[in-house]
């Protein structure tokens, strides 16, 4: 079956940039979605087909997807972006979750 | 505005068939493209997708769970279905259901419910 890998945890100090990745056999050739979810909540996506935002999402986040690998990238991290962040992609019709990565903001 | 809710059992014995209802509003499952999934997280772990269903009432399943689960969908009374058998106590997780409004591998989860916590205890 498909497997999307994401490391576990990604620190960063206040103002920098976060940069999230999942990995995935051909993962270039799908179309990737980002969920963020915060303690106690349900996910809430922030990217989906691999650069697309919804409009309540600010600008500094953003995605990419080339080769075996999707990127996740905060720009200008604030501690309101402390959360696990989920990609998830299809494979022959079936919908595949990464393990997720916890944000800390430092 | 779509929303979403998921009701059923919280607490479920070993070997038993868990039942869950999704019951939404904001949309109508007999659109084109649109469909109802059913995700599960156990606690402090990942997200893990289980099934969907679309408005064609194409069924989609996990390959590992596929033998436990049905989903069904009531379109009058704008409800989604999840039944999974022989539960065990592994499968103890909040439950989400969520929806997409796309059949194809451009789709997303783009509204989730807030989840209901199903434990699988003697």
């Known amino acids: 079956s498909y497997e999307l890998t994401q490391p576990p945890s990604v620190s960063v100090s206040p103002g920098q940039t976060a940069t999230f990745t999942c990995s995935g056999d051909?993962?270039?050739?799908?179309?990737v979605s980002w969920y963020q979810q915060k303690p106690g909540q349900s996910p809430v996506v922030v990217i989906y087909?691999?650069?697309e935002r919804p409009s309540e999402i600010p600008e500094r986040i953003s995605g990419s997807n080339s080769g075996n690998t999707a990127t996740l990238t905060i720009s200008g991290t604030q501690a309101m972006d402390e959360a696990v962040y989920y990609c998830?992609?299809?494979?022959?019709?079936?919908?595949?979750f990464g393990g997720g990565s916890r944000l800390t903001v430092l | 505005q779509i929303t979403l809710k998921e009701s059923g059992p919280t607490l479920v014995k070993p070997t038993q068939t868990l039942t869950l209802t999704c019951t939404f509003s904001?949309?109508?499952?007999?659109?084109?493209?649109?469909?109802v999934g059913w995700i599960r997280q156990p606690p402090g772990k990942a997200l893990e997708w289980l099934a969907l269903?679309?408005?064609?009432?194409?069924?989609r399943y996990s390959p590992s769970l596929r033998s436990r689960l049905s989903i069904t969908k009531d379109t009058s009374k704008n409800q989604v279905v999840l039944t999974m058998t022989h539960m065990n106590p592994v499968d103890t997780a909040t439950y989400y259901c969520?929806?997409?409004?796309?059949?194809?591998?451009?789709?997303?989860?783009?509204?989730w419910g807030q989840g209901t916590l199903v434990t699988v205890s003697p």
């Open positions: 969520a929806h997409v409004s796309d059949s194809t591998f451009r789709s997303y989860f783009d509204s």
């Open positions: 904001g949309f109508s499952l007999s659109t084109r493209g649109v469909g």
């Open positions: 269903i679309y408005w064609s009432d194409d069924e």
């Open positions: 051909k993962l270039g050739d799908k179309f």
């Open positions: 087909q691999d650069t």
């Open positions: 998830q992609a299809w494979d022959t019709s079936t919908a595949v």
